[in-house]
């Protein structure tokens, strides 16, 4: 079995910063991508920004130049720094990762936090 557990999420006032944090853990053959997804009341889960295994990151554009994606590989571990935050940044933010299986093969398999929640007031 496969959990990924985030945490560092808040109430945070227009401006300031968070740092969320989310680590995956279990029968973990690999990772591929790890992502950060937020979904709003009433809105389509989005992505937020993402960080391959390999290749550049990517960065939604209304969090471009404000948050930054990084990763622990040891760790299996993925980090997303929220600076310059804003109230329409206000979501359940998630962690997500493409995972191979110990003893699956080559088989990949999509696994989610139970997110966290970022409150940015005005």
């Known amino acids: 079995q496969v959990q990924l557990v985030e945490s560092g999420g808040g109430l945070v006032q227009a401006g300031g910063s968070l740092r969320l944090s989310c680590a995956a853990s279990?029968?973990?053959?690999?990772?591929?991508?790890m992502d950060w997804y937020r979904q709003a009341p009433g809105k389509e889960r989005e992505l937020v920004a993402s960080s391959p295994s390999s290749g550049t990151t990517n960065y939604a554009d209304s969090v471009k130049g404000r948050f930054t994606i990084s990763r622990d590989n040891a760790k299996y571990a993925v980090y997303l720094q929220m600076n310059s935050l804003r109230p329409e940044d206000t979501a359940v933010y998630y962690c997500?990762?493409?995972?191979?299986?110990?003893?699956?093969?080559?088989?990949?398999?999509?696994?989610w936090g139970q997110g966290t929640q970022v409150t940015v007031s005005s």
């Open positions: 997500h990762a493409d995972v191979r299986i110990l003893g699956r093969g080559s088989t990949r398999y999509d696994y």
């Open positions: 279990g029968s973990i053959f690999s990772i591929n991508v």
